[in-house]
């Protein structure tokens, strides 16, 4: 059964420090990765995409690797900003039963001004 | 452009009421899915649908019923709520590539609590 674990289950940083989130998952079978952040009361808004056959995604201030042979991914976040705050979330599509997405717990990041 | 609407966003029910969530999207999306989001659980698949007419039981279905009557919407349904269903619940998309399924696009969210 596929696991997905983030640690650290929360973090806070000063503004403009780059960061690193991380993302385990214990079956490499999958067919994409996908980041999200969610706002307190809100839904998950998508970040990033990695299909299976890729190795990271940019997308502004935000790049997302994937290393699937290790099971790991992470999430870097450049220069980070108050508004960066929010908790993140990362998901696996197994390769098999490939609807039924596997999230991960998050990691709650607080940006401090 | 409304992406996946939810409605409604809040509601409050007894023990043993019913009640519908319609989940309405405007991508085009083949492959349509309810959560349910509770603290220190994660999300949780309830039931999925990957087209028109079709449904599948997820993780937890148990106490919901669904329909996909027509390809934008997906309606949840309670038929007689208990206090474990107390939970926020959203609904989600996404396109389809050669049968697989591609980036999902979630709803606000509806927080439901039963009493």
């Known amino acids: 059964k596929q696991e997905v674990t983030q640690i650290p289950a929360a973090l806070s940083v000063p503004e403009g420090e780059n960061l690193v989130l991380n993302c385990s998952f214990t079956?490499?079978?999958?067919?994409?990765l996908q980041w999200f952040r969610q706002d307190p009361g809100k839904g998950l808004t998508s970040l990033l995409l990695?299909?299976?056959?890729?190795r990271e995604q940019t997308s502004g201030r935000l790049n997302a690797s994937l290393d699937k042979s290790s099971g790991r991914s992470t999430l870097y976040i450049a220069a980070s900003q108050p508004g960066d705050s929010a908790t993140y979330l990362c998901?696996?599509?197994?390769?098999?039963?490939?609807?039924?997405?596997?999230f991960g717990t998050g990691t709650r990041l607080l940006v401090s001004p | 452009n409304a992406g996946v609407t939810q409605t409604p966003k809040f509601r409050v029910l007894k023990t043993g009421q019913s009640m519908t969530l319609l989940c309405a999207q405007d991508m085009n999306h083949e492959y349509m899915y309810w959560y349910r989001q509770d603290p220190g659980m994660g999300l949780r698949l309830i039931h999925y649908s990957v087209g028109e007419g079709t449904t599948a039981k997820g993780e937890v279905p148990d106490g919901y019923n669904v329909s996909r009557l027509k390809k934008q919407n997906f309606l949840l349904g309670l038929e007689s709520a208990a206090p474990s269903q107390t939970s926020v619940y959203f609904c989600?998309?996404?396109?389809?590539?050669?049968?697989?399924?591609?980036?999902?696009?979630f709803g606000e969210g509806s927080r439901l609590t039963v009493l």
């Open positions: 989600a998309s996404s396109y389809s590539v050669a049968g697989r399924a591609g980036e999902l696009f």
């Open positions: 079956d490499s079978a999958i067919y994409n």
């Open positions: 998901a696996v599509r197994p390769d098999t039963g490939f609807q039924k997405l596997v």
């Open positions: 990695i299909q299976s056959s890729q």
